[in-house]
């Protein structure tokens, strides 16, 4: 049941900014790219554009799950996808398994896909009923109800306060430590409801979700040490684009970026985040906290 439910959900992922995504990745017709986030396959499959280009896409994601179904949305173009169930920050390991040691462009496509959110069993998603876990990778790593029972009350409020800039933190943590049982969503949720107003409470309850979902994966050590290694693996006029969600990605990025560009290995693409057009924040609520920065190796 539930694989199907999941089959049926990831129709409803909409690339974000794809027109965005390519034109900065600068397409070469035999172009080689890594998509580091490849989820659906959504961007991954308009990177390849016609098989007739035979340009390479090489996939990357921690999510088991994700890379089954993305395999089964290639057809044609299948045999120009590599797919690989590891984190991002590891490209380098794959492309020297792939014998590659240049790419043309990489995308980082930040965040969760709609499947993720959608799914029951996964516990990222405050609407969902199921049991906390927030691990992108099922098979590895502390669940968000394993980090909460081994942190203690200044951790966590810690963990809310800093990746989920919320400042009802030391409240929500006391309330969450306090709790008998911290297993399933509707505990977590509790628990925020215990700690704040409910006109306040969809706003808590999303920066609360995802300080944890942060904190579960390790999400940003990961995008920083991606950040200290990608210049050195894109050909000149490599392009890098990364769509991030969350303001401190984005500085992450932006502070990257800056260095590289003071050194003069980099040119910067987008002065400021590229963020959608009102009309796509319209169609897919999903997109509305993106943005794009992209830029070019120059040397
Ligand atoms: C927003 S979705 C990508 C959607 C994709 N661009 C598409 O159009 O279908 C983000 C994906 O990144 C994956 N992910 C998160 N952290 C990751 C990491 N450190 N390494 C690889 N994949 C990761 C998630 O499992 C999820 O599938």
Redesign the pocket.
Known sequence: MIESTLQEK?VN????M?SEVLEYLNLQKHGVYI???????????NILGSPSFSRKVIG????AK?LEI?KNQFGASAHLLTTHR?????FPEIMHELGISLVNGI??????????LNSNSRGFAFESNGILDMR??KSSGQTASDLIRESTEEELANIIYNFGEERRSRKIAYNIKTMKKMTAVADLKEAIRRSTPPHKRKKSLARVFQALRIAV?S?LD??EL?LNSFIDYLTINGRVVI?S?HSIEDRMVKHAFRTLKNDQRLNQLTKKPLIPSKKEQEINS?SRSAKLRAAERII
């Open positions: 990831h992922h909409i690339p974000v794809l998509d580091g986030t490849i989820g659906a396959g959504g961007h991954a499959k990357l994601d921690r999510d994700a993305c590891t984190s991002y920050h590891k995308l980082l496509d930040l965040g969760l896909s709609s499947m993720q992108f990778n994966n999400e990961k995008l991606f769509i969600y999903r």
